[in-house]
């Protein structure tokens, strides 16, 4: 895919972004809210750590794209699925969804149309579903199957209260038809769509959502296969 060559990149934590920043030339440092310069498979690249949470991704996404001419943002990390995935597999987003935004009603949860209120209207009215580029994301998923990574795509979903058990993780499932959880997309990609700017977000599979056991996760794993996958997409685009 052809892609002009400035190519933002922002994850939450410096864990996530270890081995992708390996990678980069000079290799960038791990610290929070530093935008950092180098060069990855011939690309310019500008790497970002939000910190953990929608307001934290928010605020670190305005400070790249108000002081950075950015073509392109790759959000990567970690997430859980509601799927059943395996440990390890990468999930591309198809639509990021705020999970909790909304009215708590007598008869259960109720999306932001009820309010009326959209939470942003340019050319259309988002409310809690913010869909990516179908194109840009097909393009990634693509070749990473060709790469020989699991790759499922679909709806993510994102939540200020992560999920610890089986029943939430079924509910937030069914709710949005959703295939993993974050803790910062739709932020991110809200961000993004203000300043038309696309976006691939890219999440590598740490556990799935079920009654909370942290033994049975890794981490490391998911964003060691994470890094994998964005580098791969660098190396692909023109």
């Not at 709710?175 to 700017?197: K, L, P, S």
Request: with cysteine.
């Amino acid at each position: 895919m052809k892609m002009k060559s400035k190519i933002g990149l922002i994850t939450a934590t410096p864990m996530e972004s270890l081995e992708l920043r390996r990678r980069i030339r000079p290799e960038p440092d791990d610290t929070n809210k530093v935008v950092y310069e180098g060069k990855l498979h011939d690309k310019s690249v500008f790497l970002t750590h939000s910190g953990v949470g929608k307001v934290n991704a928010a605020h670190s996404m305005t400070i790249m794209l108000e002081n950075y001419d950015i073509d392109l943002v790759v959000l990567f990390g970690i997430g859980g699925a509601y799927t059943r995935m395996a440990q390890g597999d990468i999930a591309v987003a198809q639509n990021e969804n705020y999970a909790e935004e909304g009215v708590l009603t007598q008869d259960g949860w109720q999306p932001m149309e009820l309010t009326g209120f959209p939470l942003l209207e340019n050319e259309k009215k988002y409310y809690n579903t913010f869909p990516l580029d179908m194109e840009i994301s097909g393009f990634a998923a693509s070749a990473l199957d060709e790469a020989g990574l699991h790759v499922h795509s679909g709806n993510f979903v994102t939540v200020s209260q992560c999920s610890g058990t089986t029943e939430t993780g079924q509910l937030l499932m069914k709710r949005f038809n959703g295939i993993c959880e974050n803790t910062e997309g739709a932020a991110v990609v809200h961000i993004c769509t203000m300043y038309g700017i696309p976006v691939i977000e890219i999440r590598g599979i740490s556990n799935i959502v079920e009654d909370r056991d942290m033994g049975k996760w890794d981490i490391k794993g998911a964003a060691s296969n994470c890094c994998k996958a964005v580098s791969e997409i660098l190396r692909r685009l023109e």
